[in-house]
C-alpha cells in the first residue's frame, strides 16, 4: 500500500454498451476521463455489429439453446433463399423505422450530406433498430447472421432469432451472440484476458484516443 495503493484510489472505471452473460465480445471500458468520453460516445448513438447463431427445430422459454425446451418442430423445408426474404423484410421495416425516429426530410440537403457522412442515426432514446441482418453461413439446422444494430439488448437479438424461426414456419434458439464491434471499437481493438495488465491498457487508451476525439467531433460538433 506504501507504494502502489493510495495513488489510485479513487480511480474510476465504467462500462460503455454491456453484454448479458449469454453474450461476449467488445466490450468498451473508460478509465478516469475515459468516464465521460464514453457518456460522449454514448450520445453519438452510433452502430453496433453482432454474429448470431441460430439453431432450426427447437422454441425455448428464454429464446437461447439453454433455455428450457417448450417445442420442437420441423425445419426440413427452410432454405437459404428462403431465409434471406426474410432477412430482407426485416431490413426494409427497420429501415423505415430508421428514417421515422431520425427525423429527416430524405428530400432535403440536410439529408443528403448526413447520409455522405453516415450520420443518419436517431440521436436520441429510440427502439432497437437495425440497420442491416444477412446470412453468413447455412447448413441446416444452424445459420448464422451478421446484425447491424443500434439500442438494442442482447436477449432483442435472440428473440430475433426466434421470430425468424416463425417467420419460417419453425421454430429456432439462439446459440451465440458475440459483438464483433461497438461503433469506433472492433475486435482489433479488443484485450484478451491475458493482456489485461497495465502496460497494454495503456497502449490501449493510447491508440484509440485519436478516433475517439474524431468521432464525437464530427457527431457531436
Not at 43 to 65: E, I, M, Q, R
Not at 78 to 98: D, W, Y
Not at 105 to 128: C, F, H, N, W
Given at each position: 500500500?506504501?507504494?502502489a495503493?493510495?495513488?489510485?484510489?479513487?480511480?474510476?472505471?465504467?462500462?460503455g454498451?454491456r453484454?448479458?452473460?449469454?453474450?461476449?465480445?467488445?466490450?468498451?471500458?473508460?478509465?478516469?476521463?475515459?468516464?465521460?468520453?464514453?457518456?460522449?460516445?454514448?450520445?453519438?448513438?452510433?452502430?453496433?455489429?453482432?454474429?448470431?447463431?441460430?439453431?432450426?427445430?427447437?422454441?425455448?422459454?428464454?429464446?437461447s439453446?439453454?433455455?428450457?425446451?417448450?417445442?420442437?418442430?420441423?425445419?426440413?423445408?427452410?432454405?437459404?433463399?428462403?431465409?434471406?426474404?426474410?432477412?430482407?423484410?426485416?431490413?426494409?421495416?427497420?429501415?423505415?423505422?430508421?428514417?421515422?425516429h431520425?427525423?429527416?426530410?430524405?428530400?432535403?440537403?440536410?439529408?443528403?450530406?448526413?447520409?455522405?457522412?453516415?450520420?443518419?442515426?436517431?440521436?436520441?432514446?429510440?427502439?432497437?433498430?437495425?440497420?442491416?441482418?444477412?446470412?453468413?453461413?447455412?447448413?441446416?439446422?444452424?445459420?448464422?447472421?451478421?446484425?447491424h444494430?443500434?439500442?438494442?439488448?442482447?436477449?432483442?437479438?435472440?428473440?430475433?432469432?426466434?421470430?425468424?424461426?416463425?417467420?419460417?414456419?419453425?421454430s429456432?434458439?439462439?446459440?451465440q451472440?458475440?459483438?464483433?464491434?461497438?461503433?469506433?471499437?472492433?475486435?482489433?481493438?479488443?484485450?484478451?484476458?491475458?493482456?489485461?495488465?497495465?502496460?497494454?491498457i495503456?497502449?490501449?487508451?493510447?491508440?484509440?484516443?485519436?478516433?475517439?476525439?474524431?468521432?464525437?467531433?464530427?457527431?457531436?460538433?
Amino acid at each position: 500500500p506504501a507504494v502502489a495503493g493510495p495513488r489510485f484510489r479513487r480511480l474510476r472505471m465504467g462500462a460503455g454498451h454491456r453484454l448479458d452473460v449469454k453474450a461476449s465480445g467488445v466490450l468498451v471500458l473508460g478509465i478516469g476521463h475515459g468516464n465521460k468520453l464514453l457518456t460522449d460516445l454514448y450520445n453519438c448513438h452510433l452502430t453496433k455489429v453482432y454474429t448470431v447463431g441460430g439453431l432450426f427445430g427447437k422454441a425455448t422459454d428464454d429464446f437461447s439453446d439453454t433455455g428450457k425446451l417448450v417445442e420442437k418442430t420441423t425445419f426440413d423445408h427452410i432454405t437459404r433463399e428462403k431465409l434471406e426474404r426474410i432477412l430482407a423484410v426485416i431490413q426494409g421495416t427497420n429501415h423505415k423505422a430508421l428514417l421515422m425516429h431520425s427525423n429527416i426530410d430524405m428530400k432535403t440537403q440536410e439529408a443528403y450530406e448526413l447520409a455522405v457522412k453516415g450520420l443518419i442515426r436517431p440521436m436520441v432514446k429510440s427502439p432497437p433498430i437495425i440497420t442491416v441482418i444477412r446470412c453468413l453461413q447455412f447448413s441446416l439446422p444452424e445459420f448464422q447472421l451478421e446484425i447491424h444494430c443500434m439500442h438494442e439488448t442482447q436477449q432483442y437479438l435472440r428473440k430475433i432469432v426466434h421470430e425468424i424461426g416463425l417467420e419460417l414456419k419453425s421454430s429456432a434458439v439462439c446459440t451465440q451472440v458475440r459483438r464483433i464491434r461497438d461503433g469506433i471499437f472492433t475486435l482489433d481493438d479488443a484485450l484478451l484476458r491475458t493482456h489485461w495488465d497495465l502496460q497494454s491498457i495503456q497502449n490501449a487508451i493510447w491508440d484509440c484516443r485519436l478516433k475517439v476525439k474524431t468521432e464525437i467531433e464530427k457527431t457531436l460538433g
